[in-house]
């Protein structure tokens, strides 16, 4: 029996990868929270209020929509964050979303993603402090028809440093 031996060459020590933009930095890491309407309470617009309270400080990346069935027509879904004492639906400069999502627009079961630059990324409304909240509600229309909703929101914690 002929024993091999094995050097390492300089071309064969790791190399890590470089660090294209700061995305490449901030998306790791985070976590995903789920709301879902199930059934036919996604077609009352009464059913979409507060579905996350923050437990530390967090930032909204990514807000991924689908449904079984297609709302009847015209309708729009907001998401906004809420400070302490404020009730949902707050609109305005708490609104996340640049413009709302046009529901009957899209066909059932297609995943509908919204992340930046369709994210109001330049003001505070999706950095969420401890005890923010985050909301969902029917910015115009109506979701009569609608059924099984899920919503699903990946965010990222806030102050835990970077990666270099």
Sequence with gaps: MNEETTQTTQSEVPTFKKIQSEVDVDDKHGFYITNVLQGTAAATAGNYNHFFT??????????????????????RLQFQKLTTGVASPAGGSANILVTNIRLDTYAADTPIKVEYPNLIRTTSACKLKEGDRLS?????GSPAGMEN???????TPSGRGHYI
């Design 54 to 75: 923050a437990a530390h400080p967090c930032e909204v990346k990514k807000i991924i929509v689908n449904f079984s069935v297609v709302p009847a027509g015209n309708c």
């Design 136 to 140: 969902m509600y029917i910015d115009a």
């Design 149 to 155: 909703l899920s919503v699903t929101v990946y965010l």
